[in-house]
């Protein structure tokens, strides 16, 4: 087992329970400068956060014949730390599956077949919001539409004053919508903004979730217009 | 032709009717053993009476015996009056004549007075002298003649005849017809009749020796009827042919008998081969000629009577010593034999063959029945899996208890287990595409780590193409978890009230942006509602019009067409191009079904129809494809028939 060492790197702990994969991504972060811990179960990786926490955490749901020990996993680390990045890289790619992992607290819930450099592109994005999160903002970004504002620099929306939480896709698509409103991005390129491969199903509900969440802060909300045949649009004028 | 059950059963039944055939061959077999038995009987019995027969000391033995020129005279019943012709002697027609010689003449013995007839044919009547000669017993030799002139009764006379002797001749056209009383005196031992040219003495005769006269034998009768057997026919025949008795016995001339000439009885013997048919016929004639002589033997054997069709048996035994060449002769009735002419025995076997003709109806009705069940059970079995895979485990008579019921309720535990090995195929597809995700990122994640180190230009080379390939296996998964996630979709759809003729024509936009290379024409009848789900219906038109535009050529138009009839909504997208590839066109709805025939595409997995099929269903709807040709462009049609909402539900 990898203790995390004092470096000044940033520790990623990976909890896999398929060897070659662990391995793969260990080389990969490593070779992007992470500090990584390899665990291929629940409770050795638990074990190990009880003396101290990584930076960020990748988590599959299931770990060899524990079939929901992600998901425990995600809760304990949950209650240690409210800010701790946790994303699930999981085979498991059901809607049901997806709305579990984020429910218990995930920033971002991937299937396998996104690749290793999207993968990264995306822990990197997290760690500069939780950067941007910790250090407010001294040169945040700003995009205003209507009701909308995104900060571009921490990856973080707001409506109506009031921040919405999105993971990291949600917020891309968001994003990808919002800067030009009026024109329609169709579900490819919706999925190539948020840096993933998804079905066209799991882009409907990925916007179906990101509708839910607005309209939590505004019952009224209707920015986000489905075009038939060709995909979703942001409302001009919101 | 199939051999069907009712064919085969039909068979089995007709085979039943065996049972009568049988037993008509069991009363055959049983009538010849009787017969052989009643012959043997007879035989013995004809043996043990024939030495009791015997002349009369008194009687000439001229009279039992025979001689080859003799005349013989039929015992008549009446007198006979003398007018020239024969019909008032009593005799039937087919009494023969006296004698063999020529000219024939018929003689008849009424108490003693001679009758004589004879049919004469005179070429020259005015010339021809017809002599009657007769011997008596001195041996003299009396001749009387006349020339046949004159019509009517005369007197014919000779020296040493005593008693008158009368003729009478009636001439006709040929000839004429001859009658002659000659009362019973000693000239009448010997008779002759001639017929010659008128040039000669008018005493002489120019015929044949007259033969002498032979009468039924009065002794032979008296001892044959003192010594006949009861129950038997019997009587004497002389080896010439004449009968020197006549037939004494209880019954002596044989019943005219109606039974066995029914329908069935003669049916029966038909069937069977007559057997009787082919017995000799004994004859009843006085005189039997040399070809109805029956074997001398003494071997009983079954004879039909002439003019009848009864049956008897008859055994010949010939007598000794005086009466060596006559031959007593048995007669008896087969009636007492249980035979097929019985008519209570036809009416049995009218009875067995009715009963077997009504079980042969019944089994037959019976096969129907069980064919029909048998072919209902094979219609169903042949349909419970539809062209779409969806199994129905329920068949049509289920509940019956036989074997046919057995055979019903196995075919349904059978259904049953292919549905359920069919959903654990479908579920086994949902998890091997979870599990195949591992392994593919293990072999994505290495190749892209592979990518950062370093590589010669032919290693990244091979590198990329094994990244080509995980890209295309990883598509395939994804399609099928579309495919999966369409039919949960599908299955848990809200359904709401949806105007269908705007959403198509705003798809119509989309569709015009999207496909640049494509034009689309709509046909869209307004005003269209249907219970739905908007989202579902356009990623099903999505699929549809996707595959349109992979087979229409560039720049030709694509038709978005709504059709409502009363209670059909009718969604059609048609396309100009390739036609369908032959075979089962509903199974291009099926999943991993691709109507392409090359393999350059290979990221289409052939979902987009299946997905299109599951949303149109879950619509309660149905979706075909169909070739279409428009003027000499080849094209297809995929339409997609949906319920129309009915007003007021909601």
């Excluded at chain 1, 984020?102 to 592109?121: E, M, Q, S, V």
């Excluded at chain 2, 017993?137 to 040493?160: E, I």
């Excluded at chain 2, 002419?341 to 003709?357: D, E, G, Q």
């Amino acid at each position: 087992m990898t203790e995390f060492t004092t470096d000044s790197r940033r520790q990623v702990a990976i909890v896999e329970d398929d060897i070659a994969l662990g391995a793969n991504y260990r080389e990969a972060f490593t070779r992007e400068g992470y500090s990584v811990a390899l665990f291929a179960e629940r409770q050795s990786a638990l074990t190990a956060f009880e003396e101290t926490l990584p930076d960020l955490v990748v988590i599959d749901v299931n770990l060899g014949t524990d079939v929901e020990g992600g998901f425990e996993l995600c809760r304990a680390l949950r209650q240690r730390s409210a800010t701790l990045p946790i994303i699930f890289l999981t085979a498991r790619d059901s809607e049901f599956d997806a709305v579990s992992g984020l429910r218990l607290g995930a920033d971002d819930y991937l299937t396998k077949d996104i690749g290793l450099n999207h993968l990264l592109a995306r822990v990197a994005a997290l760690f500069r919001r939780q950067q941007a999160l910790q250090a407010p903002a001294t040169h945040s970004e700003r995009m205003q539409r209507g009701q909308l504002t995104i900060d571009e620099h921490s990856f973080s929306v707001t409506w109506q004053g009031s921040a919405v939480t999105l993971t990291l896709t949600e917020y891309w698509l968001v994003h990808a919508l919002a800067r030009h409103p009026g024109h329609v991005k169709s579900r490819q390129q919706l999925m190539d903004a948020a840096n993933t491969v998804l079905d066209d199903n799991t882009v409907t509900s990925h916007v179906k979730r990101i509708r839910r969440k607005f309209a939590e802060l505004d019952d009224a909300f209707d920015a986000i217009e489905t075009v038939y045949g060709m995909g979703y649009r942001w409302r001009p004028g919101h | 032709m199939t051999f069907g059950l009712r064919r085969q059963l039909l068979l089995i039944g007709v085979l039943t009717l065996l049972l009568p055939i049988a037993s008509v061959f069991y009363i055959r077999e049983t009538e010849n053993a009787l017969r052989q038995a009643q012959g043997q009987f007879l035989s013995d019995l004809a043996r043990s009476t024939a030495p009791l027969i015997g002349l009369d000391d008194a009687e000439s033995p001229l009279a039992a015996t025979s001689y080859p020129d003799s005349v013989f005279a039929l015992p008549l019943t009446r007198t006979p009056t003398l007018d020239g012709y024969r019909e008032d002697w009593g005799l039937d027609d087919t009494a023969r004549p006296a004698t063999t010689q020529s000219p024939a003449f018929w003689l008849g013995d009424y108490n003693g007075t001679l009758w004589l007839h004879a049919r004469l044919t005179l070429a020259d009547p005015a010339g021809t002298r017809i002599g009657l000669a007769c011997v008596d017993a001195n041996g003299d030799f009396n001749v009387m003649s006349f020339l046949p002139n004159d019509r009517g009764t005369f007197a014919l006379t000779s020296r040493n005849v005593d008693a008158p002797v009368r003729a009478s001749w009636q001439p006709d056209a040929r000839g004429g017809q001859l009658e002659i009383r000659i009362p019973g005196t000693d000239c009448a031992r010997r008779l002759g009749l001639s017929v010659s040219a008128n040039d000669i003495n008018r005493a002489t005769y120019s015929g044949s020796l007259p033969g002498p006269v032979r009468r039924v034998s009065r002794t032979l009768t008296e001892s044959l009827r003192a010594h006949r057997p009861a129950g038997v026919d019997a009587y004497l025949l002389a080896s010439d042919g004449w009968r020197l008795t006549p037939v004494i016995g209880d019954r002596a001339t044989l019943d005219e008998r109606t039974a066995g000439t029914s329908f069935t009885a003669t049916l029966y013997r038909r069937l069977l081969g007559n057997n009787e048919r082919n017995l000799p016929i004994l004859s009843d004639a006085w005189r039997i000629l040399p070809d109805e002589k029956l074997s001398q033997a003494s071997a009983a054997r079954v004879r039909s009577v002439a003019n009848t069709n009864d049956t008897v048996t008859i055994a010949q035994t010939p007598l000794t010593g005086a009466l060596a060449d006559t031959t007593l002769v048995l007669r008896q009735n087969t009636s007492a034999i249980l035979t097929l002419a019985n008519p209570s025995l036809v009416r049995l076997t009218n009875i067995i063959l009715i009963v077997t003709v009504l079980v042969v109806g019944l089994l037959l009705a019976y096969a129907s029945w069980l064919s029909a069940r048998v072919r209902r059970l094979a219609r169903a079995a042949a349909t419970a899996v539809s062209a779409r895979g969806d199994i129905s485990t329920r068949l049509p008579g289920n509940a019956a208890v036989d074997e046919i019921g057995d055979v019903t309720r196995g075919f349904e535990t059978l259904l049953g287990r292919v549905r359920e090995q069919q959903q654990w195929l479908k579920s086994l597809a949902d998890t091997l595409s979870h599990e195949l995700r591992t392994p593919i990122a293990v072999v994505q994640s290495s190749l892209d780590n592979l990518g950062h180190s370093a590589l010669s230009d032919a290693q990244r080379a091979l590198a990329e193409r094994a990244s080509d390939g995980v890209a295309r296996l990883r598509a395939i998964l994804n399609a099928m978890s579309t495919a999966n996630r369409a039919e949960q979709a599908a299955r848990d759809a809200r359904f709401e009230q949806l105007d269908l003729s705007g959403l198509l024509a705003q798809l119509a936009d989309a569709y015009r942006q999207t496909f640049a290379r494509h034009g689309f024409t709509t046909d869209i009848v307004d005003n269209v509602s249907i219970e739905g789900n908007a989202e579902l219906l356009v990623q099903m038109l999505d699929k549809l019009v996707e595959n349109a535009t992979q087979f229409a050529p560039d720049d030709s138009d694509i038709v978005l067409s709504l059709n409502m009839t009363d209670d059909l909504v009718t969604l059609r997208v048609s396309n100009t191009g390739p036609a369908l590839p032959a075979g089962d066109s509903a199974r291009l709805f099926d999943s991993f079904v691709t109507q392409r025939r090359d393999d350059t595409d290979s990221q289409h997995m052939g979902f987009g129809l299946y997905i299109a099929r599951l949303i149109a269903e879950a619509h309660r709807g149905r979706i075909a494809a169909l070739d279409t040709m428009i003027g000499t462009t080849s094209g297809v049609t995929i339409s997609v028939t949906l319920p129309a909402m009915v007003a007021g539900t909601p």
